[in-house]
């Protein structure tokens, strides 16, 4: 079997960085995270001091690299008898001393790093769904992660159109692919028809007393053979949470456009004829088009 070929690297200079900035870096060049260790001195908390590999080398990508931070010793909090043990020798404290040291930052990190959990760029990918909730704003599990983040970064902006035609239109086409047509003040059906042969339940519809000033109709540019059940009933949840809770809706499934292309009907011959009709024309409304959303292909 060959053995694998290992990518090299070169390590970068990461003295004078803080530890967070250091391990930024080294994970965009394709190092994994460093080993930390502390030590004390005059430079600023948390800064490195010291690294293995040194700058420069050309090493493999899976080394780990060796980071020497400054930070302050617990000792320093000690009773003044245990504290002079310290540092007149007595390692077995000190080392059990840091080690306590990096469990208090280990969760003072955590702590620091709340903030990053609600900005849908930063935030880690299992968290999206999350934060979703927190907004209110739905999300399809099956969209990519890119769409997700942008759509919870103006989640908030979507707020300001939330029950307008505008925003049910733009919420509508994130799921369907397709922006709706909606028709307001309006509704399929007129009301009963006389001598029409009907049978209750099978081929008849009856709707309580409607008011077309507070019902609208939405169109939707697919075949009903491309909506499945699921869909189907994600389509319904949607119009029911943001549409204005006095009104009545219908959805309709006109399925997509046609569109002629040029034609012409020639009558006579090519030299004494003359044409009728010649143009393009459109027997259908055509498909709607959406602002494309990171992810989307």
């Known amino acids: 079997m060959r053995e694998q070929i290992r990518r090299k690297l070169r390590v970068p200079d990461l003295a004078g960085l803080t530890v967070r900035n250091a391990g930024l870096l080294l994970e965009t060049m394709g190092f994994p995270q460093p080993e930390i260790r502390y030590e004390e001195s005059y430079e600023s908390p948390m800064t490195v001091i010291d690294q293995q590999p040194s700058k420069g080398q050309i090493v493999d990508s899976d080394i780990i690299p060796n980071l020497v931070v400054a930070q302050r010793s617990l000792a320093e909090y000690l009773p003044g008898i245990y504290r002079q043990s310290v540092y007149e020798g007595d390692y077995f404290l000190r080392d059990l001393l840091w080690v306590f040291r990096h469990l208090y930052d280990d969760i003072n990190t955590v702590i620091d790093e709340i903030p990053m959990l609600f ?31 942008y759509l919870l970064r ?144």
């Open 119 to 149: 900005q849908p760029y930063h935030t880690p990918p299992e968290f999206l769904n999350w934060l979703s909730s927190w907004l209110a704003f739905a999300l399809d599990e099956n969209w990519p992660e890119e769409k997700k983040r």
């Open 154 to 297: 103006h989640a908030v902006d979507y707020y300001t159109i939330r029950g307008t035609v505008k925003g049910l239109k733009l919420y509508l086409s994130y799921f369907v692919g397709v922006e709706p047509e909606i028709v307001e003040n309006a509704w399929p059906f007129k009301g009963f028809q006389i001598g029409v042969h009907s049978t209750m339940d099978l081929d008849s519809i009856i709707f309580p007393p409607v008011n077309r000033a507070h019902c609208f109709i939405v169109d939707i540019a697919l075949e009903p053979s491309e909506v499945d059940d699921q869909l189907l009933i994600k389509i319904h949840d949607i119009i029911r949470s943001e549409k204005p809770a006095n009104t009545m809706y219908f959805l309709r499934l006109k399925g997509r456009k046609v569109q002629l292309s040029e034609f012409a009907l020639v009558v006579g011959d090519d030299d004494t004829g003359y044409v009728i009709g010649s143009g393009e024309e459109i027997v259908d409304a055509g498909e709607a088009e959406v602002d494309r959303i990171p992810g989307e292909e």
